[in-house]
Each structure stands twice: as C-alpha cells, then as structure tokens.
C-alpha cells in the first residue's frame, strides 16, 4: 500500500506544480484555490505513506496539525524565516504570509485526500 501513497504523493505534487505554472490557463477559482488543496493532500498522503499501519484518523491529525502548523508559522515573519520562504523550496514548503483562507483550503484538500483513500482501500478490498 506504501507504492500506492508515494504514487498518490507525486501526482499531488505534479498537479500541484501545474496548477502554479499554468494558472493562466485555468479558471480563475481553481487557480486561487488548487495549489494549496493539492499541497495539503500531498501532506496527508505523505501521513499516510509515512504511518501505513495507523488508522486514517492519525495521518488526518497529523495533517491538520502540520498544514495549520505551517500556515500559523507564517504570522512570524523573521529575517532568517524569511530568507528561507524566499526560496523556491522553502516557499512551496513554508508559503509566504498567512491567509485564514488557507486553512479552509488545507481542510479541503485533507478531506478530499482522505475520501480518496478510503474509496481506493474500499475498492482494493472489493476485488
């Protein structure tokens, strides 16, 4: 099943790369709001991929509290912190300045990657 979540992990990321690069191209609301939903299903995945003997609940946890995390970090807008998000890598990783609209977009995200997971468990059982 850990094949599974590291494929999940790199399409997020895939996407999630696409939706910044071509957000031109795509309509104004999924390009506002699909970065961040893909990042934090990728976050979740990578939960999962990381604790595959845990339930579903704790890779949902661990999920809220490292997006949030990551999201409240960005109220602390250090020199040193900054240098870091200034980054490409630490940008994608740590964002740039908190947004509350953030935080729904991570529960979206979240949720979205938990209701596939539990549909392609349900369906890798049914077989």
């Not at 609940?57 to 109220?75: A, C, D, P, R, V």
């Not at 900054?82 to 529960?107: A, E, P």
């Amino acid at each position: 099943m850990r094949i599974a979540y590291l494929i999940a992990i790199v399409f997020s990321i895939i996407l999630g790369l696409a939706s910044r690069k071509y957000s031109d191209l795509l309509p104004l609301f999924v390009a506002e709001n699909a970065g961040d939903i893909l990042w934090a299903m990728m976050v979740y995945f990578g939960f999962r991929f990381l604790l595959v003997r845990n339930s579903f609940l704790t890779s949902m946890w661990f999920s809220f509290l490292f997006s949030f995390g990551i999201e409240l970090s960005q109220l602390y807008q250090g020199d040193w912190m900054n240098q870091i998000r200034h980054t490409m890598l630490g940008g994608l990783i740590l964002g740039k300045g908190f947004l509350w609209v953030d935080l729904i977009r991570y529960s979206v995200g979240i949720m979205i990657g938990i209701v596939l997971d539990r549909v392609v468990r349900f369906l890798w059982s049914v077989k």
